[in-house]
């Protein structure tokens, strides 16, 4: 027999008896050594922040029941964030807070978006700067009473010129409506609006002249409902000639011949 054949025969013997041993150790319940290579994954730090259990609508007050600690990644504390280790006692200290803004669920509790427990919920929800303003609106003047607390409105005022016709003229661009009525939050069932007979609305010191010259002036004042997506236009916007002049006085564009004269002239000679 040739030796390359012996050497073949050979190997094939081998491998057949340690497959054999193998065979038999695995069938008298023998353990096979087997090295296997685990990846350990180091976890990020946590710390405990203050989040919501539930969504929070403007007005709704903080509560044991709707807040709650959770575990939140260290580095991704921002400024603002409530935790643990500066308040622990935060839950307790902040039973019955207000909502200045929408709080959805499972959202961090921000200071900024919080006032304090006070019942003059109205004064809390005002930012700094701001007033409170209510005038009257009806289904006529108030967008069929679609309009709900924290929509955007125009305010329009329609009033008769010298000549007898009607004018009309935006007086406030896109003003935030606080409530209707007494009502400062949307019905959480999702069940349909009252129609209310007055709407509160967040103005400036500015806007604020503007309006009680306006509803002095006006036959009617209609609110005209924004789209969502104006919420980040301006809001300051007013109509300047209704502010008052330096002796107090209202300060004018007179229309005449469709000239436009400047000068302190009563708001009613305005064509």
């Known amino acids: 027999m040739k030796p390359a054949r012996i050497i073949i025969l050979a190997v094939a013997v081998v491998s057949a008896g340690v497959a054999g041993f193998l065979a038999l150790q695995i069938a008298r319940g023998g353990a096979v050594s087997v090295i296997e ?3 350990v994954v180091e976890r990020e730090p946590t710390i405990n922040v203050l989040v919501a259990k539930e969504s929070l609508p403007v007005g709704a007050r903080l509560n044991p029941e709707t807040v709650a600690w959770a575990a939140w990644p260290q580095g991704s504390i921002v400024e603002g964030f409530i935790t ?3 308040r622990p ?4 200290t902040l039973n019955g807070a207000i909502a200045r803004m929408p709080i959805f669920n499972g959202e961090p509790i921000r200071q900024e978006k919080i006032a304090d427990s006070s019942n003059r919920i ?3 929800l005002l930012p700094s700067g701001k007033r409170a303003v209510a005038t009257e609106i009806s289904v006529a003047t108030g967008a069929g009473g679609f309009i709900l607390p924290n929509d955007r409105v125009d305010v329009i005022m329609v009033r008769k010129g010298e000549a007898g016709a009607y ?11 606080l409530a209707i009525d007494q009502q400062i939050q949307e019905n959480p069932d999702g069940s349909k609006a009252v129609v209310g007979t007055t709407a509160t609305l967040e103005l400036t010191p500015d806007q604020t002249k503007v309006m009680a ?3 002095q002036m006006a036959e009617r004042l209609s609110l005209a409902l924004r789209s969502v997506a104006d919420a980040q236009e301006p809001d300051t916007g007013a109509a300047d000639y209704l ?3 330096g002796e107090g006085r209202p300060q004018v564009q007179v229309i005449k011949t469709g000239a436009i004269v400047n000068g302190d002239t009563p708001a009613a000679a305005q064509q």
Not at 89 to 92: L, V, Y
Not at 167 to 177: A, C, F, K, Q, Y
Request: no cysteine.
């Open 37 to 39: 290579t685990q990846t």
């Open 84 to 86: 643990d280790q500066a």
């Open 89 to 92: 006692d935060a839950i307790e």
């Open 122 to 124: 109205m004064s809390s």
């Open 167 to 177: 004018l009309t003229e935006t007086v406030l661009s896109n003003v935030r409506v």
């Open 213 to 215: 010259v306006a509803q």
């Open 243 to 245: 502010l008052s002049g």
